[in-house]
């Protein structure tokens, strides 16, 4: 599906619900435990977290994939993990800033 | 994208946390949650089309802020030291509203038709208990989360508009989510109605400080609320600052929860921050650079990076002191010339910021911002080789003498370096012969006469001649508005009357 930043994505065999931060142009592959993700209006729970892809998300982390193109910050965590095609996405490192307001 | 998003995740992980008043006996973000969905179901059956406030910072604010927010309709704080016409005048316009206000803006805007007005101990008590409803806000990021009027200094306020995303994209671009300790506190003491003030809420809530809030700002006040609620983390306006250090010196004793001082909002003279060093010797200093139309902080000087400039032999390193430091990594700054075309590195232009959080709009005007995403600032400054970040100030300001393009920033510096100046500001006025002629207006420091032929001979040594005031003026105080904006205008009418 094509992404942009602030398009919202839910899980489809867990609790997990993403915020799209950055995204490349073009069509996005990305899953969680699994499964394709989808825009929350339209995902219906269907199915289990798939083995292997069964780490889970953490409420307020940010994951990436390998050239930082794709960014997700996670709103709501859940079981399974985050893979864009075949290769899972990472945590980001946070780079805090100071606090300015 | 919707603000509520931010109070969600922190109600959702964090909930018993203190949000917002002192620790322990002020709301939890688990609370706020609960308020902000029941003010929103009032909100959406009152039918209105703006929430607005008119009152200082309580926990009244961040209730109506995020239930606003949920309920569908703009979040418009107005400033509560307006004259009556003017107040009404607002009031009108964002008319239907409910507008969460004190006695006196009752008084003043009570009869308008379509205004429901309601003081806060009633907003607190009927609109804001209970619980609330499954989350169902409205998540197109287009829709409008705050209306902020700008301040004026120059004109009729106009309503800079502030979307969902734009907000949301800051907070999540600069903020790491619950980053901060348990024991953090944040004093908010900018007003509702600037910028600062509604960054400082979302910023606060989606890293987990505690907001402690201060009313009407007073440098006692402040001291004392840093001492008493152990806060550790102030963002402040110049002459807030000013007036704090001045207090400081006064009544000895530090500040050993401050961990982190944040000022910005207009320019800080070197010798205030330089004071300010010496009275919180441990504090972590950040300037932030950014405007209403830009949601907030787009530029940063952080703590190791004045510690650095303060260091340094180098003068290129020292001079960063005086900068607005590095754009956030979300952001794209470029400084132009006035034909929109990008300048070289150290020459000055005009600041264009390019960014997720950039709005550059205002109600019912046509947007500044570029086709491609650029808003220029009408602020300028200019860039150095490793992307510091100097502000000389509104474009409108500039003195064209003679031809010349004059900065009254730096004239300013050159004031403040003298030991009798405390405060300084430089304006043109008109001058048949230059066009504009550099005036200045000067504040002696405590205990010093200002001598005005040597104040102009120490410009001259320092400057070229044609920066140098024709005129000087020593006054007891200069025009700022309270929220620390330097009132330009009033002092070319005044200067230009009094030739």
């Not at chain 1, 798939?50 to 998300?57: I, L, N, W």
């Not at chain 2, 003010?39 to 009152?46: D, L």
């Not at chain 2, 004392?224 to 250090?245: K, S």
């Not at chain 2, 370096?417 to 006025?429: K, L, R, W």
Request: hydrophobic share 40%.
């Amino acid at each position: 599906m094509d992404l942009k930043p602030g398009s919202r994505l839910k899980s489809s065999v867990c609790d997990t619900e993403l915020i799209v931060v950055k995204a490349p142009s073009g069509d996005v592959d990305i899953t969680c435990g699994g499964a394709p993700m989808a825009d929350p209006a339209d995902a219906e729970r269907n199915g289990e977290v798939a083995a292997g892809a069964a780490e889970g998300t953490a409420l307020g982390k940010r994951y990436v994939n390998e050239d930082e193109s794709l960014e997700v910050l996670c709103t709501k965590p859940g079981d399974g993990s985050l893979a864009l095609g075949d290769t899972a996405l990472s945590l980001k490192e946070a780079k805090p800033l100071p606090a300015s307001d | 994208m919707n603000l509520m998003m931010l109070l969600e995740m922190a109600s959702s992980g964090f909930g018993d946390r203190t949000a917002v008043g002192s620790q322990g006996r002020g709301l939890t973000y688990e609370q706020l949650f609960q308020r902000a969905g029941a003010t929103a179901m009032r909100f959406r059956e009152a039918g209105i089309d703006r929430v607005s406030m008119v009152d200082v910072s309580s926990e009244a604010l961040p209730i109506a802020l995020f239930g606003s927010a949920w309920a569908g309709v703009p979040f418009v704080p107005l400033n509560y030291r307006l004259t009556r016409p003017e107040l009404r005048h607002l009031a009108a316009e964002v008319a239907p509203s409910v507008t969460v206000c004190n006695d006196d803006a009752l008084a003043a805007i009570g009869d308008l038709d379509g205004v429901r007005a309601v003081v806060r101990p009633d907003f607190l008590a009927q609109w804001a208990e209970g619980s609330a409803p499954d989350s169902d806000w409205n998540v197109d990021p287009e829709e409008i989360a705050i209306l902020l009027y700008t301040s004026g200094t120059t004109g009729t306020p106009k309503a800079a508009v502030l979307r969902h995303r734009h907000l949301v994209s800051y907070i999540i671009g600069s903020v790491e989510f619950m980053g901060a300790a348990e024991d953090e506190a944040t004093l908010v003491s900018v007003p509702p109605y600037h910028v600062a003030g509604m960054a400082a809420i979302l910023s606060s809530v989606y890293a987990g400080r505690r907001i402690v809030q201060l009313p009407n700002f007073d440098p006692a006040d402040w001291v004392n609320l840093v001492r008493t609620e152990g806060v550790t983390h102030a963002m402040v306006v110049p002459t807030m600052l000013a007036r704090i250090v001045d207090h400081m010196e006064d009544i000895g004793g530090g500040l050993p929860t401050l961990r982190a001082l944040s000022y910005g909002g207009g320019k800080m003279p070197a010798p205030v921050i330089a004071r300010a060093l010496d009275v919180l010797p441990w504090a972590n200093f950040v300037n932030a650079y950014g405007l209403t139309e830009t949601s907030s902080t787009v530029a940063v000087l952080g703590p190791e990076e004045h510690r650095e400039a303060h260091r340094s032999d180098d003068p290129a390193v020292r001079a960063r002191l005086g900068s607005a430091g590095r754009p956030l990594p979300a952001i794209e700054v470029d400084i132009r010339d006035e034909e929109g075309n990008p300048v070289a590195t150290g020459t000055s232009g005009e600041i264009w910021v390019r960014g997720e959080q950039v709005s550059g709009e205002y109600l019912g005007r046509n947007s500044r911002v570029t086709p491609d995403g650029w808003f220029p600032t009408n602020d300028g400054g200019s860039l150095d080789g490793d992307g510091y970040l100097y502000v000389e100030g509104r474009i409108d300001d500039i003195i064209v003498r003679g031809g010349e393009n004059i900065s009254p920033g730096e004239i300013e510096d050159v004031l403040l370096s003298h030991p009798s100046v405390a405060d300084a500001a430089a304006v043109g006025i008109p001058d048949e012969q230059w066009g504009e002629a550099v005036a200045a207006v000067v504040v002696a420091a405590k205990g010093q006469v200002v001598d005005i032929a040597e104040l102009q001979e120490f410009v001259k040594s320092q400057m070229r001649s044609s920066r140098t005031p024709d005129r000087i003026e020593v006054r007891d105080e200069l025009p700022y508005n309270e929220t620390g904006k330097l009132l330009r205008r009033i002092l070319r009418e005044e200067l230009a009357e009094s030739r």
